[in-house]
């Protein structure tokens, strides 16, 4: 499994090389939609860098007390309307607070509290810019965690509705649509499918997972990361170096050697 800064890294490093070849501007904003996205796959797992952030032991204590007291209130509420008697109530909302707690796990509390964030995130954006847009990436973003690790979110298919999701909200920042949907395949084609699990490009048509790593082991995965993230700071320097020359991005990528441009 690669590491969340590993993730991050490829990420800004892919972010960076895009603004060279696209001759724009390399900007903070764009660097932290670059972090965001490079990282959002991997919102499916409640262990990633993201989950961890939107959640701490305190918000899922609190929200596992809610999730618990509304069902419990609701028993009580019903014995006090049929007037059951109050010791078997208790001993019915014993039984119902033990198999709450006991099918309650961390991971799912996490997904409640992400979607809930989101939510609110959601409510909120939608009154300040009235736009459908942004409403559409938070649903996306919303729907995630829900997903089995490594199934929706690692598919082909997220990307492409990605892009098409953010294609309206340039006036973010300009080509965000570009510098989402690449950080986040970043993560699909320059992290995770170099991993031993593998990923289901093509899910849901196909469970099939790909891999480009024929090893076992997380020391593979090691190695593999640090040649993924030295090969992308060298094209960084190449494509630094070359753009001081040339200006157009054929030119950037290409060199001389091929327009001849003296």
Excluded at 61 to 76: G, I, Y
Excluded at 81 to 107: E, H, N, P, V
Excluded at 203 to 224: A, D, E, M, T, Y
């Amino acid at each position: 499994i690669l590491k969340g800064k590993a993730h991050a890294s490829i990420g800004l490093l892919t972010y960076y090389n895009y603004t060279i070849l696209s001759n724009t501007e390399f900007t903070i904003i764009g660097g932290a939609i670059s972090l965001f996205f490079s990282l959002l796959p991997d919102l499916d797992h409640f262990n990633s860098v993201i989950s961890k952030k939107l959640s701490n032991k305190k918000i899922e204590s609190l929200v596992e007390a809610l999730m618990m007291l509304v069902p419990l209130s609701t028993l009580l509420y019903l014995g006090y309307l049929k007037k059951f008697d109050y010791s078997i109530l208790f001993f019915l909302g014993l039984i119902l607070f033990i198999s709450i707690k006991k099918k309650f796990k961390t991971s799912i509390i996490r997904k409640f509290i992400i979607s809930i964030f989101l939510i609110l995130i959601c409510i909120l954006s939608y009154n300040l810019f009235k736009n459908i847009s942004i409403v559409k990436l938070l649903l996306f973003f919303i729907l995630i965690p829900w997903f089995s690790h490594r199934t929706f979110s690692h598919s082909i298919f997220s990307a492409v509705i990605l892009y098409f999701i953010t294609n309206n909200l340039g006036f973010i920042i300009k080509n965000l649509n570009m510098i989402a949907t690449l950080s986040y395949l970043s993560h699909i084609f320059l992290g995770d499918i170099l991993t031993p699990q593998g990923i289901p490009l093509f899910w849901p048509l196909s469970k099939h997972r790909f891999k480009l790593n024929p090893f076992k082991g997380q020391s593979s995965v090691n190695i593999i990361e640090n040649i993924v993230i030295l090969l992308m700071v060298l094209l960084a320097f190449y494509l630094t170096f070359v753009s001081i020359k040339y200006k157009t991005p054929q030119q950037i990528l290409l060199g001389s050697s091929i327009f001849n441009i003296s």
